[in-house]
């Protein structure tokens, strides 16, 4: 019974189902219909379709262990290819002139994915908490109880972590570090020009 309820708490608090979610509320709320489905599907189409789709090919040929890509020379490789597409997104973004909390917020989440990849040379830092405390720093910029909610299921998603030996507690604390940093960097640079 722990096994699925850990199983659950992690597929929901999976990057590759959050931070989508996350962009195309938030685009659909603050952005006019045809420049939030632009943004969407630059975003969504340009780095988590492909990487996605990468990801479960490489499972199938036996590339990745599994969807987590949870074995640390694996997930280097892994990061590689996100990093770029992640970079090529950032550089659009900023070309275009997007909204500025948008272009800090994109420029924060590859910070924390080239953090993250130069971490994961000595420790495989926990990528959920690692984006789900970035992501709730991004929630707390636009709605103060929101932002508060979704860290709160920080332990939750740290426990599931473990529970289904993915991490141990180091690589949880330091993911969840990694996320923290990166989002108040986020805070920072949206308050201060």
């Not at 006019?32 to 996605?52: H, N, R």
């Not at 890509?69 to 490789?77: C, I, M, T």
């Not at 924060?108 to 990849?117: E, M, S, V």
Request: aromatic share 14%; glycine share 6%; charged share 10%.
């Amino acid at each position: 019974m722990k096994t699925t309820i850990a199983k659950f708490i992690s597929t929901i608090g999976h990057p590759f189902l959050t931070v989508p979610l996350f962009v195309v509320f938030l685009l659909f709320s603050v952005e006019s219909t045809q420049k939030a489905i632009y943004l969407s599907l630059l975003i969504i189409g340009g780095i988590f379709l492909p990487i996605g789709v990468r990801t479960i090919w490489g499972v199938r040929n036996g590339k990745y262990t599994n969807l987590d890509v949870s074995d640390q020379a694996q997930r280097q490789k892994w990061f590689v290819a996100t990093t770029i597409l992640l970079f090529v997104v950032t550089i659009i973004i900023w070309a275009t002139n997007q909204d500025r909390t948008l272009r800090l917020a994109v420029l924060c989440a590859l910070l924390l994915l080239l953090t993250a990849q130069v971490v994961n040379r000595r420790i495989k830092a926990s990528m959920h908490l690692a984006f789900h405390a970035f992501l709730g720093f991004l929630i707390l910029y636009f709605n103060w109880m929101g932002g508060v909610l979704f860290l709160l299921f920080s332990p939750l998603l740290a426990w599931s972590r473990i529970h289904l030996k993915r991490h141990v507690w180091k690589e949880v604390v330091v993911g969840m570090v990694l996320g923290t940093v990166l989002g108040l960097a986020f805070w920072l640079l949206s308050y201060y020009p």
